[in-house]
């Protein structure tokens, strides 16, 4: 099967040492992304680490389609044991890092130990160098980006960077990658913040011999580049009025499921603001949306679509430039949108301030810096809804995205079940439950195929290939491009999910954490048979038989 190429380089921090393995087996038989990355940290991280302690690792990976000119792949994968749910988590961010890091002739990064200094990590194919950084204490994202620029002439394409969300350890602190990508959920920015790390470069020459099939890769090249998809121009935003029609855009902190000021919200609000192409590497899709307002001169990229649900209707906002500005805010001071917003929303609720989109802005940035009340909601909506005397809209701690699983309901069994908690991306269920695919209705019956869509996003974010390749990459041509059966492929995922669950339930995860906040029918039942289709024992844990150790090099 078709895999990535190049070195493991383990850093720890705490006695600045680096160290180059050869992990060829590893990467033989778990292709590279998130499935090397979940072995690794399944074997390297002890199931009772501390995910502020020296002992927690994050690792940064690629698949073997990163070193092709195909679009969909210019994303990078990073994993870790996560602050916010207390288990692994990996997360999935564009830009253009991906071709920089295969250039350091890497494919697996892996950051471990405690700095008793901020650093700054430069990483390359001739080595590594610890910088001691003091003055980035307190920077903004892009204030790292400009310091490297001007000290090393690299620019944010070769960089990670966490803000001062991160270095306050917020749990929900982003890395940041090109200023205004993130490896957005589960916190992994507090690690890197808790190991001191302000940011880490990657630059260099190596060019590690992966071979991709020219055919289907031309192909899907070319259908990104000529069609006329509508996402094309609005990239996630196109589909907001759709999911507000179906009732499954939670709004004013998840009370209703629809929002009345969706026009101004939008995605043709969204192209209106548009003013240039935005793209990842190698990517012809260009779906990203560098937004301008006219009036204000105001600039971010983005608001996504759970931007505008997170700091929009969710807030009852139904401005488009307060989003951007708050979108701005998070990317800057280093934090996962749809978990700043939806605790941000938390608060308002509390408040009864639906709306004031002023002090949504000041509460996030108050989270930022943990000033004032910044201080408990930095902490997320399962640690500090009591206190505010709020529901608790999240799962396994993770804070709910759009996609309401009250009306899509395959999406809220995924969301129950999911290892990563409340997450949108870890299945995708809904795409076939908003075509009318699948009834939207019910759990029951619908755990074989929500297994697949498990697997099979557990794949995508493995070889690696955006999401938003699914209806061009399609299941024929993933399988054509690494020489592998789909059935294959889909193992590979499997494998993935097994082993974070089974990491998570060393943890202490069971049964009692499969749970929604709301009432879904047959939801019981529904997880038993997901359970039973897993081969996974009726308190949701894994049987020890199941997980195959894999021996990975002592670092
Ligand atoms: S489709 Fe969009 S997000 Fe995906 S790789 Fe291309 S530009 Fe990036």
């Known amino acids: 099967m078709l895999h990535a190429k190049g070195s493991l380089l383990t850093v720890d921090v705490s006695d600045r040492t680096a160290t180059r393995t050869e992990i060829d087996d590893v990467l033989e038989q778990f292709v590279g992304g998130r499935a090397v990355a979940t072995a690794l940290a399944h074997d390297r991280i002890p199931f009772d680490a501390d995910p502020f302690g020296p002992e927690n690792r994050v690792y940064l990976s690629t698949g073997p389609l990163q070193q092709s000119q195909m679009s969909f792949t210019g994303r990078m994968n990073m994993t870790g044991l996560s602050p916010l749910t207390d288990g692994l988590v990996s997360t999935n961010a564009g830009g253009y890092l991906s071709r920089e890091f295969t250039g350091a002739g890497l494919s697996t990064f892996e950051l471990v130990g405690e700095s008793d200094e901020p650093l700054l990590i430069h990483v390359t194919d001739d080595g590594v160098e610890f910088e001691e950084v003091p003055e980035l204490s307190g920077a903004l994202v892009p204030e790292v980006s400009e310091y490297v620029a001007e000290t090393r002439d690299l620019g944010p394409e070769n960089c990670i960077a966490i803000g001062p969300a991160g270095e306050n350890l917020v749990r929900f602190a982003s890395v940041m990658t090109f200023n205004s990508r993130a490896f957005g959920r589960g916190g992994l920015g507090a690690v890197l913040g808790s190991k001191n790390v302000k940011g880490v470069t990657f630059s260099g020459d190596a060019e590690p011999s992966v071979e991709v099939p020219n055919s289907p890769a031309m192909d899907i090249h070319r259908e990104a580049a000529t069609s006329d998809d509508i996402r094309k121009r609005q990239g996630t935003t196109a589909g907001t009025e759709l999911k507000n029609e179906k009732f499954s855009l939670p709004t004013r902190y998840f009370s209703e499921m629809s929002f009345e000021e969706i026009d101004s919200i939008d ?289």
């Open 267 to 555: 995605g043709d609000a969204v192209e209106e603001k548009k003013y240039k192409k935005g793209s990842c590497s190698a990517c012809a899709f260009a779906c990203k949306l560098p937004l301008r307002d006219e009036e204000t001169g105001f600039e971010t990229e983005g608001p996504e679509f759970e931007t505008l649900y997170s700091f929009g209707s969710n807030q009852g906002v139904g401005d488009l430039l307060d989003i951007m500005k708050a979108n701005e805010l998070c990317d800057t001071l280093g934090m996962d949108t749809v978990s700043a917003g939806v605790t941000v929303a938390a608060y308002l609720a509390s408040e009864d301030e639906f709306g004031n989109a002023e002090l949504a802005q000041e509460i996030t940035e108050k989270i930022a810096y943990r000033d004032g009340i910044g201080d408990l909601l930095a902490e997320g909506v399962d640690r500090c809804h009591d206190e505010l005397g709020v529901e608790n809209w999240s799962v396994k701690g993770l804070e709910f995205p759009a996609h309401d699983g009250r009306v899509i309901q395959g999406q809220g069994l995924s969301y129950s079940v999911a290892n990563r908690g409340a997450d949108h991306m870890y299945s995708v269920i809904l795409r076939l439950e908003y075509a009318g695919e699948i009834d939207p209705k019910g759990t029951l019956g619908k755990a074989e195929t929500l297994i697949e869509m498990e697997d099979h996003s557990a794949f995508r974010d493995t070889g690696i290939v955006c999401a938003f390749g699914d209806g061009y990459v399609t299941d024929e041509y993933l399988a054509e491009l690494f020489g592998a059966d789909y059935e294959e492929l889909l193992a590979v995922g499997a494998e993935t999910v097994i082993r974070e669950r089974h990491f998570n339930n060393k943890r202490g995860f069971d049964r009692a954490d499969d749970r929604l906040p709301y009432e879904l029918p047959d939801l019981d039942a529904a997880i038993e048979e997901y359970y039973e289709a897993r081969g996974w024992n009726e308190d949701g844990t894994v049987p020890e038989a199941a997980v195959e150790p894999v021996v990975t090099p002592a670092d």
